[in-house]
């Protein structure tokens, strides 16, 4: 069977493409790589890429210069993570109350590991996790 290598991106649907990529570059500092008035495209420790697709925008295919992406799109609050250090976990509880960003939940994973979730202005679940929260992280 052919290898997988890893998750290359995780996609949210937003309502307000423009509130939801202050939301991201302001708590996260995240660069934008990419976008238009359908999706916007960012960083994520120069590994991984978040991409905010405006909810709806996607449900035609999109052509591309090199072919076509074929539709998809979201409903209701998705869930995706963050992997941050167990030493900066402090400073992100920190940073989340400084931005106005509540703290939902915290789960102390029986690994080891910690978990901080949040929600951005859509209602999609975030989370902040710490080594120990998988065997593989």
């Known amino acids: 069977m052919p290898v997988l290598t890893g998750v290359i991106e995780t996609c949210l649907y937003v309502d307000d493409l423009d509130r939801a990529s202050q939301f991201y ?7 934008r790589i990419d976008g238009d008035a359908r999706l916007r495209a960012y960083s994520v420790a120069g ?29 209701g609050p998705l869930h ?5 250090t167990a030493s ?4 992100w509880e920190k940073h989340l109350a ?13 690994r080891g590991g910690t978990s901080l979730y949040f929600r951005d202005p859509d209602g999609n679940l975030g989370e902040l996790a710490t080594p120990g929260l998988w065997s593989i992280y």
């Open 25 to 31: 570059e302001s708590v996260f500092a995240l660069p």
């Open 47 to 75: 590994r991984g890429v978040l991409l905010l697709f405006k909810r709806g925008a996607s449900l035609k295919p999109a052509p591309h210069s090199t072919g076509v992406i074929s539709a998809h799109d979201g409903n």
């Open 80 to 84: 995706f993570a963050f992997s941050i």
């Open 88 to 91: 900066e976990l402090g400073a």
């Open 98 to 110: 400084e931005k106005n960003v509540a703290i939902e939940s915290r789960i102390h994973w029986s």
